[in-house]
């Protein structure tokens, strides 16, 4: 497999960065997982928005244009000859001088390199069994808004469910809010509204979660962002998680609790891949 | 320079890391630095003990016993033929699938680097402006008690910290005691106490915090562990900060108002260079 490795493709076996890099010392970095349909990566403006984002808040230089970066992700995706992928884009501040401050760390790195999809039908069709993860997150972090590359909690948090034997963890907040699973936003539904945790209680702003609440804005599927505890979900009328590269998963249970299993979920998963059809061909 | 790199010994410009280590994608790594004095690194014992209890927690395997580890540590001063330096050690949970979970990364990777070493003298004369950082840590943060490569609010703080033309940035915890510095430990003095934060607040269990409790037991020094708020350091005897690489380093100012210099800071450093003396001759 070739690897985009800030401005270079190079075999896999050769993408490597320095260990002077801050992103293998210190997590200073940020990063975006991207699916790709037919070859092209899907929500990609969405995606880069929130890279930029971060980028503006770490103060941290994108080293490419957007558009430039675009013609190298196709160019990879060429390259690899491969259509349904994973991408992930990594961006770092680079190399500097040591300690934390980002102070005269002025070369930002950029890799990009694909990774197998998951099989998003087969997910979809056995759903997921989920446990709430004894880590807690803070209700107020400013770095939630971001996709960072500091995920010691979340691989903790997948670490607990590995044990138990489940699909994926939920992170609560201090406030004992459920706030996400470790890699995908939350959804559940109650008397009939499509329900998710607002970015206030410490939730990334999925891409996917964007896209979920417009879809129930089109499908009129009444929905609105709410706190929940652990034992709210586990009455609610059926549950699902939405991440970028498995999309819309229903969650089967919840701590060994048996969750319902909502008509909306499938009705959602048909219309994102209609989106997906959408805005990946033609 | 040469850098120990998981067993090889390389020159820094072939210091490569895989893009797909878990270090650099998520920050699933651990690292300790150390101060070197006369070739010898300082206090070795205490900082691999860290770097196993946070290893334990993690799951993460050293992939050298302690013991051939300090080997090749000490190999590295020998082939850089530097004896005042700093040596950072890396261990990453290496390669593994794509996503969170551990399961499948079973590659430790460990890195030896040697930095040019602080100039502890003229910090010591000068001493510290140090600012009250924006950045909010949990005081309960299970993560807090080990040194990991997720480190974005201490790059977030110090960038505060220069921006006011500081020279570090203190961390409140939620419920706004200070808990430390970025990279340091924090101390202050009331009615002729040494008083620093508890484990509890959310501080690292530094090797110099260590010390400077053993030095004060030795010396007569009364110490204890409290929370304090900003406002009551800005009204203490003395205040200093404590790290490996720079000692004891006495704290002048407070967001810009001055703290008063404590004769109890000249007598601690000087115990310190005795047993830096004591355990790094003969």
């Known amino acids: 497999m070739q690897v985009f490795l800030n401005g270079q493709f190079v075999p896999e076996d050769q993408a490597y960065v320095s260990v002077f890099d801050r992103g293998f010392l210190y997590g200073d970095a940020l990063f975006e997982t991207l699916r790709v349909y037919g070859g092209r990566p899907f929500r990609w403006r969405q995606h880069l928005e929130r890279l930029q984002r971060g980028a503006d808040y770490l103060r941290l230089r994108l080293p490419f244009a957007p558009d430039a970066l675009r013609g190298f992700a196709d160019e990879l995706l060429r390259r690899n000859a491969v259509s349904e992928t994973v991408l992930r884009l990594t961006l770092t501040r ?9 102070r005269r760390a002025d070369r930002p790195f950029l890799v990009m390199e694909l990774w197998p999809a998951p099989p998003v039908e087969a997910e979809a069709a056995d759903g997921w069994r989920v446990i709430v993860s004894s880590i807690r997150v803070p209700a107020d972090d400013p770095l939630a808004a971001f996709k960072t590359a500091n995920k010691l909690p979340q691989v903790l948090a997948r670490a607990e469910a590995d044990a138990q034997g489940a699909d994926e963890a939920l992170l609560l907040n201090h406030a004992g809010n459920v706030t996400e699973a470790t890699a995908s936003n939350l959804f559940w539904i109650q008397q009939g509204t ?14 996917t979660r964007a896209l979920v609440l417009e879809l129930c804005a089109a ?4 929905c ?10 586990k009455a609610a009328e059926g549950a699902f998680l ?11 249970a919840l701590d060994g609790v048996a969750i319902k299993r909502s008509g909306v979920v499938p009705r959602l998963r048909r219309a994102y891949r209609d989106v997906v059809r959408f805005e990946t061909t033609g």
Do not use: H, N
Not at 94 to 102: D, E, H, N, Q, T
Not at 219 to 222: A, T, V
Not at 242 to 252: A, D, F, H, M, W
């Open 224 to 233: 609105a962002e709410a706190d929940v505890k652990a034992e709210g979900l």
């Open 242 to 252: 939405s991440r970028s590269t498995s999309e819309i998963v229903e969650v089967v």
């Open 194 to 207: 499509v329900l998710t945790p607002p970015l206030s209680s410490g939730v990334l702003p999925g891409v």
């Open 94 to 102: 680079g190399v500097g001088p040591r300690g934390y401050s980002p």
């Open 219 to 222: 499908l009129g599927i009444p």
